[in-house]
């Protein structure tokens, strides 16, 4: 929110530069001292003097010693007002790439983190004595399945078993990949832990017969 983001003396330069945009206090017009103004804001007389500076630099205003605060154009209270709103939605972008970075650092450091399980799964395979535990479903006639491919199935995040083959009549396809479609009467082999072999029966056939 602009409160948040702005100093009160900006955010009261900028109110004053609005009343004399909008015609509120004319041009030629003395304002209230800082001791008056700082009144009506509720702040200290440094927070008026620094408000005031402002819009002198830009000639919205003239501060002259003993004789107060001049208005001296609006047109260049407009351009102050018009240069803030430029400033500001310059600074929401410099927030939104700093919250797109900040994403970018901690989605890498999750990739990294996974990619390091990787490794390490790696680095732990199963013993050459020990057979590589797979097992097999039929796919029914009244699948769901049938005609799908298998990139658009999701199958190893649905079940948490991984395809390594489809045995479909005389021929057997090896490593299937994303875009291989099921048929009725494939045999799909498969690896998983055993709890997940019946969670496969259910997602290739669901309440159709399976058989």
Do not use: C
């Not at 490794?119 to 050459?128: D, E, G, I």
């Not at 994303?178 to 259910?202: C, M, N, R």
């Amino acid at each position: 929110m602009e409160e948040e983001r702005f100093p009160q003396y900006k955010r009261i330069a900028i109110d004053i530069a609005s009343q004399i945009a909008d015609g509120e206090i004319g041009e030629g017009e003395r304002v209230s001292g800082r001791s008056l103004l700082a009144s009506e804001y509720g702040v200290s007389p440094e927070t008026i003097r620094r408000s005031l500076r402002l819009l002198a630099d830009m000639k919205v205003v003239e501060i002259e010693d003993k004789k107060g605060v001049t208005i001296l154009s609006a047109d260049n209270a407009k351009r102050y007002i018009s240069d803030f709103k430029d400033r500001n939605e310059q600074h929401d972008l410099h927030l939104r790439l700093k919250e797109l970075f900040d994403k970018y650092v901690d989605i890498s450091r999750q990739t990294l983190d996974v990619f390091s399980d990787i490794l390490n799964a790696q680095q732990h395979p199963l013993r050459a004595d020990k057979e590589l535990p797979n097992y097999e479903v039929r796919v029914s006639e009244k699948s769901p399945l049938i005609g799908k491919n298998l990139g658009a199935l999701h199958f190893w995040q649905q079940t948490g078993a991984t395809i390594v083959a489809i045995r479909r009549k005389q021929s057997t396809i090896i490593s299937p990949g994303p875009y291989a479609e099921l048929y009725g009467g494939d045999i799909i082999v498969f690896v998983s832990q055993p709890e997940a072999a019946a969670t496969v029966e259910s997602f290739v056939n669901g309440d159709s017969d399976k058989r």
